[in-house]
């Protein structure tokens, strides 16, 4: 495949984004005049030792031990009127002989709302996601480590309209800028290339509902416009359209137990005439608490993948996923879990299937410090270019909050 001059996402697009910076500037000055500069701040950590069979997260079976720590901190100031949230976490993953793989993450995050007279009510969140993810590119037996930095920018305002009778209609509209730089290799074999695009995502979003004793009924719809830097030949992303139309409807019963369903449609159309088409779209969650302290939970949903995805367009996702935990004691819980995944590639037409199974402790050592046990075991097939994947995840990890 050679690679030509990337085409730059066209300029004039990121300009709503930043005028989208200054509608939630404005709201989170007004939502801050009333701040109660005495809220208390929220931070969570956590550090996990992990075992793995699948290092490499391929066919090719690679032993090793890896490190994972996480941290978040959560600031909030105001009432349930008008106030203004800031969020941030790190991850970073760490591997004793695999260094290529190693990760490190950084998210930051700001959040204002103001409810106003009328019944309306309006939110803005501005966030920025920093990612240096570590890989691998197998040419035969050998095997070259690569490095990547991606960089995540991102504005959300919603308007909520209170309609009466228990019924309201939320407004959403988000802008996202995606940069992807170029992909270095280990000790510079090659020079660095740029084997990701970028992207400008918009996307616009309306809900209706109404809310009938423990029930709540409505619809949503969304539409998604995904400009796309044009990278190599044939190009390794494309452009796309997607649009969203589906029913919704959720029950919460006194007893804990939750149930929400979705079902509707969704059209897809990539760039230079690729692919178009409508399937169905579901969604179907549940919680159920059971005698002698178990729990069952499960969800299950079909829906285009154009985040997550070997394809340059997007893939055709089902998913199932069913877990039961149990409380021992006040300190002690026990969990396990099972899914499948089946993911068809739209235009290269290779399909990956994927199954595994969980099981998990959780001992809390005291009020704000965990410790967790848990083992992971996966399979993944890939038909077209025949690559099977198993993979046993194990780790002891001590969670913090405080």
Known sequence: MSIEKPRPVPRPRSSRLLGSCAFIGVLMTCATATADPDTDATITGSIEQHWTNNAL???????????????????KWGDDDANAKVHADFEVSRYNRASIEDDRALSLSAEAFRRLEAGLELRGTLSYRVISTGDDLEIGPLIIGTRELKQIVSAQGQLGIDLGNATSLT???????EKVG????????????????????????ARLTKTVGDYAVGASTSALLASVERVGFPPLQLSFFQYTAQAEAAYKGKDGSTLGLAFGAQYLRGADDTYQRVLPTWQVTFTKPLPKGFELRGTCFGRYETS????????????????????LRENLAVGTGIFAQLKDNLLLENVERSKGVYAETTWG????????????????VKTIIDVHERTVDAFVGLRAKI
Not at 171 to 177: D, Q, R
């Open 57 to 75: 997260d391929s066919g090719r079976a690679v032993t090793d031990w890896y490190t994972l720590l996480r941290g978040s901190l959560d600031k």
């Open 171 to 177: 407004l959403e509209a988000t802008e996202s800028i």
């Open 182 to 205: 170029d992909t270095h290799f280990e000790d510079d074999i090659f020079l660095p290339t740029k084997l990701h695009a970028d992207r400008l995502l918009s996307q616009v979003a």
């Open 308 to 327: 997550d995805t070997d394809d340059p367009l997007a893939s055709w996702l089902r998913r199932a996923e069913l877990e039961l935990a149990l409380k």
């Open 365 to 380: 050592a005291t009020k704000s410090l965990a410790v967790v046990f848990r083992v992971d075991y996966s399979q993944k």
